[in-house]
């Protein structure tokens, strides 16, 4: 792992312990790597609980309750898909907060209304809000889900 990721793994988990909150992650796009990035940080076990890569519509409805209804109508790169994987992470979790992405990655996929480089990311709190936002990210496969993890996890603790 690059300098960059593991400091801000160090920075997510620091947070995190320092108030007793624990994290649980739904990933799509990102495919595991948001996880990856903060179990790489020993003691990660102590405010990491769960993460979910969930790649297919199928998984994100049973696993983390995302409605059919949500998928039809706004697609799973969505600000409604990405709120409701969130909500779903926390629910099915013992964690406080829960970070969920969603996107294109590229080289294939991508639309006219959802080019690639499309991700949305949305973060939600116990007990609290969800808020979520898009972007779009340049660069190839690679690029576009690494700007995403980063994205996710400084957002997190901004």
């Keep these: 792992m690059d300098h960059e990721l593991e400091r801000l793994s160090k920075d997510i988990g620091d947070w995190l312990a320092a108030r007793g ?8 796009c990102t495919g595991g790597w948001i996880a990856e990035v ?39 790169v969505s600000e409604a898909v990405v709120r409701e994987m969130a909500e779903g992470a926390l629910a099915a979790s013992a964690a406080s907060h829960a970070i969920a992405v969603s996107g294109v990655a590229g ?44 994205r996710a996890l400084a957002t997190l603790i901004a």
Excluded at 47 to 54: H, L, P, Q, S, V
Excluded at 116 to 126: C, M, P, Q, S, Y
């Design 107 to 150: 080289p294939t996929g991508g639309t006219p209304e959802k080019p690639v480089g499309t991700v949305w990311i949305a973060w939600a709190e116990r007990g609290g809000t969800t808020r979520a936002e898009s972007h779009r990210f340049d660069g190839d496969r690679e690029a576009v889900r690494r700007q995403t993890v980063i």
């Design 21 to 28: 909150h624990v994290l649980a992650t739904a990933e799509s």
């Design 38 to 76: 903060v179990t790489a940080t020993s003691g990660s076990s102590g405010w990491f609980d769960r993460g979910w890569i969930t790649y297919s519509n199928e998984a994100k409805q049973a696993m983390l309750g995302v409605q059919a209804a949500t998928l039809a109508t706004h697609g799973a």
